[in-house]
């Protein structure tokens, strides 16, 4: 036999190949389980549907503590989930849902959203990241930049919607998150997301939603804080607007 064989058809090097093996196939059933703990088990859409766990199943909760003190589990099968006003087009399992009521606030398509903490998301102090300009004076516009306080807000049809009143920044990232918009007419303030915005000289340019939509934007319960669940529905609400604020840009292209 020559250096390394045990036997006559076995020697070290395969060994440690079959053992390469086993870890990988290990490895692939613990990543694919871990997966597990975010979205399953799966619900049909059905009230009375079975629940679908895949494989693996699901596995058992695991403990998180927070900066904050908080205690999450993963998976969370009594987290409640994200509400919507909905309705299948069609009978089978998998089926898109219809909005009822009002589209922007119904929860489905590009309107969905989850139901996350309402707690302001913290800094590494335990203070709120995103603040309005007016409690964080050391921030402010770059000069070679547009201001767009002043500047008024038009939704898809052109028309006026508001104007800007204040810009909200996330002091971590060091950019802006959204701009406080203050309705025409009402004076309600209404935050509007960076993301959806064209800022201009001119003004500020909206596409998701037509000028007299901004005034069911959801609110925030502070003046100067906003909480990940309302992050989630206010982004929700202009997302819904890409689809549903007129009927036509539910029609196909061509």
């Known amino acids: ?18 053992m390469f093996w086993v870890f990988f196939a290990g490895l692939i059933y613990y990543l694919v389980r871990e997966n ?6 799966m619900d049909p859409g059905r009230p009375d549907g079975p629940k679908v766990e895949g494989w693996p199943p699901v596995p058992a909760p695991a403990t998180f503590k927070t900066a904050d003190g908080h205690v999450h589990l993963s998976p969370d099968l009594n987290r409640p989930d994200g509400e919507y006003q909905g309705t299948p087009v069609h009978k089978w399992n998998g089926a898109p849902l219809e909005p009822v009521g009002n589209p922007l606030l ?23 990241k995103i603040v309005p300009l007016r409690v964080a004076p050391a921030h402010g516009v770059a000069a070679r930049d547009t201001d767009p306080r ?22 971590m990232e060091m950019l802006f998150r959204y701009l406080e918009v203050e309705l025409a007419g009402s004076g309600q303030r209404v935050l509007l997301p960076m993301t959806f915005s ?14 007299a939509q901004f005034a069911d934007v959801p609110r925030t319960r502070s003046p100067e804080q906003v909480t990940l669940l309302e992050e989630e529905k206010i982004t929700a609400y202009y997302g819904a607007g890409t689809l549903y604020a007129t ?8």
Do not use: F
Request: a negative charge; glycine letters at 10%; hydrophobic letters at 40%.
């Open 1 to 18: 036999m020559e250096t390394g064989a045990i036997t006559q058809y076995v020697d070290v090097a395969q060994i440690v190949l079959y």
């Open 150 to 171: 002043g500047l008024p807000v038009r939704g898809a049809d052109h028309q006026v919607a508001g104007k800007v009143v204040d810009l909200w920044i996330d002091r």
């Open 106 to 128: 119904a929860g489905v398509g590009p309107g969905a959203w989850a139901m996350r903490a309402d707690v302001p998301d913290a800094d590494l102090h335990g203070q709120p």
């Open 247 to 254: 009927p036509d840009r539910q029609e196909p292209l061509l």
């Open 198 to 211: 064209r800022v201009k000289r001119d003004g500020v340019h909206v596409h998701a939603l037509l000028s």
């Open 36 to 41: 597990h703990r975010e979205g399953y088990p």
